[in-house]
Nanobody, 121 residues
């Protein structure tokens, strides 16, 4: 079983910055891709950013130029650096990890529990 734990959310003023972290643990054989999704109150889930094991990245248009996703493969950890935060970035942010598990290489997709990000003055 693979678990993901996020940290780093909180309250920040517009224009401020936050850094989210997410670490995967468990019977991981490979962690092929990790990413961040978010859900604002009453709205659909939105893919924020993803990164592959080869460091190929993809961003939602709404965060391009403001957010940066990165990963530390040795630590099974993905980061989301969020700069220039706006009130519309307020949401619960969820980490996603996709890969294969030991011992037989079964594919998995696991979610973290979510971390609240609130952008308000």
């Amino acid at each position: 079983q693979v678990q993901l734990v996020e940290s780093g959310g909180g309250l920040v003023q517009p224009g401020g910055s936050l850094r989210l972290s997410c670490t995967a643990s468990g019977n991981i054989s490979s962690l092929n891709a990790m990413g961040w999704y978010r859900q604002a109150p009453g709205k659909q889930y939105e893919k924020v950013a993803t990164i592959t094991i080869g460091d190929s990245t993809n961003y939602a248009d709404s965060v391009k130029g403001r957010f940066t996703i990165s990963r530390d493969n040795a630590k099974n950890t993905v980061y989301l650096q969020m700069n220039g935060l706006k009130p519309e970035d307020t949401a619960v942010y969820y980490c996603l990890g996709v890969g294969t598990a030991q011992p037989l290489g079964a594919p998995f997709g696991s979610w973290g529990q979510g971390t609240q990000v609130t952008v308000s003055s």
